[in-house]
C-alpha cells in the first residue's frame, strides 16, 4: 500500500469509526452469533495475491462485525466495562503509527519520559502519596503477577529467583474469597503453588474480614510458613467491595508482608474527594494497580502500576544481556525491568490524549455522574418488591436479584438465570452475574463512556417486564 492509497483509505475509513460511534447503540450489545459461525465464514487458505482493502473492509462489514460484542455501547452494563472515548482512539492511531517499541529509554526517549510523567499526573489525581513510583503495565494480572513475584524476592532474599523454589521455605499469599482470579493464576505462574494461597473469609459487606486474616497469617506462622503479600481489593469484581486498607495495612506492616492493592475498577474512583476513604492507610501500601483501561476511558490495554519502591520491582525483574547494554543505563528509566515482558506498547500517549482532552475535571463530572445514576438504579430497584439488593453498593455497580414470593432458592437461581439470558437475548442490554452465598445475582455496572440515565431507565423497564414473564 503506497502513502497515497493509505491516505485515501484512512480518511473512508475514519468516516466508518465516526459513524460506528455514531451508530454503536443500534446493534444487538451481546453479539448473538454461535459458536463456529465467524469461524466457518473465513477462507482455511490465505490468499495468494494481494487483494485491494476495499474487500477487506467489506467483510469486516459483513463476517466481522455481526460477531462483535458492542463494549462501546451505552447499553453494555456487563462485566467491567473497557471503555474507550474518541481522544484514546486518535492517540492509539498515533501509536501504531509510530511503532515505537519502547523497552527501553534510548528506544524513545519521549515515551519514556512522557511515561513517567503520566504517571506522576495519575499518583496525584488518586491520591496516592508522592514517593510512589508508576508504570504501565498491560493488565491488572501482569501488575498483580509483577506485585506477587516481587514480595517472593523480598521474602526470599531474592534468592527464589537464582535457585529456584527449593532455596526457601513455603511462601504464602492472602487474599479475601471475594478476590479477582488474577491473584490465584499469578501464586499459580509465580511457582509459590494455589495451595499456598489463603482465601479469607468476608464479611456481610462481602469485604475482607480482617480477624480471619490475621488468625490465618497466625496459624500460618505458627507451622513454619512464610507469610509474604496480602492482596487488599478496592472494589471487588462481583459487588466492588472494599477491604478495609489501615486494618489490613496494620497487620501487614506488623508481620512484614507486602501489602498489594487491586484497584482495577476501583481506582478511578479515586479520583474524587468523595472516595478519599477508600485509600485511608495508604501508608502501608507497597504497590498498587488500577486500571485505565477499565473506567477512565482509555482504551484497552493500559493497567497503571505503582510501587513504593522501585529498586525491589527492578531487582526483581532485571535482565542485561550484551544486545541491551547502553550508555545510559542507571540514569534513566529502562521499562523492561519494571515487569514481565520485554517490548513495550506506547500506551502512555493514549493516556495524555485522554486526561488532556477532558481534564481531570471532565473525567471527575463523568466518573461522578456514573456513580449517581448508580445510586437512581439503586433507588428504584428498592421501590420494587418483588427486588432485592443482595449486596451494598460502593461504587457504580448495583447488584440486585429478582425475588417473586412463592419459589425456593434454587428457583430462585433459576429464574434469574433465565432472566438474565433472556435480557441479553433481546440484544438492547447486555449484564452479566455473580454468585453471592449461593445466590445468582444479577450486576449492573454503570461505567461506559456514553451512558445516561436516559438508558438506565429503559434498561430497567426491560428488565421489569421480561422479570415479571419468566416462569419456570
Ligand atoms: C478486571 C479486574 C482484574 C483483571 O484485569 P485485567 O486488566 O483484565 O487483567 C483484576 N482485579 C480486579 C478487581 C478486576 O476488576
Not at 445466590?439 to 429503559?458: G, P
Request: some cysteine; charged content about 25%.
Amino acid at each position: 500500500m503506497k502513502p497515497d492509497e493509505f491516505r485515501k483509505h484512512a480518511h473512508e475509513l475514519v468516516e466508518w469509526m465516526a459513524s460506528y460511534m455514531e451508530n454503536v447503540e443500534n446493534y444487538p450489545v451481546k453479539s448473538p452469533v454461535k459458536p463456529g459461525e465467524i469461524f466457518s465464514e473465513i477462507p482455511d487458505n490465505p490468499p495468494q495475491k494481494a487483494e485491494p482493502f476495499e474487500s477487506f473492509m467489506k467483510d469486516l462489514d459483513k463476517i466481522i462485525m455481526p460477531g462483535i460484542t458492542h463494549w462501546q455501547s451505552p447499553n453494555f452494563y456487563a462485566y467491567f466495562p473497557a471503555n474507550t472515548s474518541p481522544p484514546s482512539v486518535l492517540a492509539e492511531m498515533i501509536i501504531s503509527t509510530l511503532g515505537a517499541q519502547c523497552m527501553i529509554w534510548e528506544t524513545s526517549p519521549a515515551a519514556t519520559e512522557l511515561e513517567e510523567k503520566v504517571m506522576n499526573w495519575l499518583k496525584k489525581m488518586i491520591g496516592l502519596p508522592d514517593y510512589f513510583e508508576g508504570v504501565i503495565q498491560d493488565t491488572a494480572s501482569t501488575s498483580t503477577l509483577a506485585a506477587i513475584i516481587t514480595a517472593r524476592e523480598k521474602k526470599s532474599g531474592f534468592s527464589f529467583n537464582e535457585q529456584g523454589a527449593g532455596g526457601c521455605g513455603t511462601i504464602r499469599i492472602y487474599c479475601s474469597e471475594q478476590t479477582h482470579s488474577s491473584v490465584e493464576k499469578a501464586v499459580k505462574i509465580s511457582g509459590i503453588g494455589r495451595k499456598n494461597l489463603v482465601k479469607i473469609p468476608v464479611l456481610d459487606d462481602f469485604s475482607m474480614d480482617t480477624h480471619k486474616l490475621r488468625e490465618a497469617i497466625e496459624k500460618d506462622k505458627a507451622l513454619g510458613y512464610i507469610p509474604a503479600c496480602v492482596i487488599a481489593t478496592l472494589g471487588t469484581t462481583g459487588t466492588t467491595a472494599v477491604d478495609p486498607l489501615r486494618k489490613t495495612g496494620e497487620i501487614c506492616s506488623e508481620y512484614g508482608i507486602h501489602l498489594h492493592v487491586d484497584a482495577a475498577m476501583g481506582g478511578t474512583a479515586l479520583i474524587l474527594p468523595e472516595f478519599n476513604w477508600m485509600l485511608d492507610g495508604c501508608e502501608y501500601i507497597d504497590s498498587l494497580v488500577f486500571n485505565p483501561h477499565k473506567w477512565m476511558f482509555t482504551n484497552f490495554d493500559c493497567s497503571a502500576y505503582f510501587v513504593k519502591d522501585a529498586s525491589s520491582l527492578i531487582r526483581t525483574f532485571e535482565i542485561l544481556p550484551e544486545y541491551l547494554k547502553t550508555r545510559t543505563r542507571g540514569k534513566v528509566n529502562d521499562y523492561r525491568d519494571w515487569g514481565v515482558p520485554l517490548g513495550r506498547r506506547f500506551r502512555a500517549l493514549k493516556l495524555w490524549s485522554v486526561i488532556r482532552s477532558y481534564g481531570v475535571e471532565g473525567l471527575q463530572e463523568k466518573v461522578r455522574e456514573h456513580v449517581r445514576i448508580a445510586s437512581e438504579l439503586e433507588k428504584m430497584i428498592l421501590h420494587e418488591s418483588d427486588f432485592e439488593l443482595p449486596a451494598p453498593r460502593t461504587m457504580n455497580v448495583v447488584c440486585f436479584r429478582y425475588r417473586p414470593s412463592g419459589y425456593d432458592a434454587e428457583q430462585l437461581n433459576k429464574l434469574n438465570e433465565i432472566l438474565n439470558h433472556r435480557l441479553n437475548d433481546t440484544g438492547r442490554i447486555y449484564l452479566t452475574h455473580t454468585s453471592l452465598n449461593g445466590r445468582y445475582t444479577l450486576r449492573m455496572v454503570i461505567a461506559q463512556t456514553n451512558v445516561t440515565m436516559e438508558h438506565v431507565r429503559k434498561a430497567w423497564s426491560l428488565i421489569l417486564e421480561n422479570a415479571r414473564s419468566v416462569s419456570i
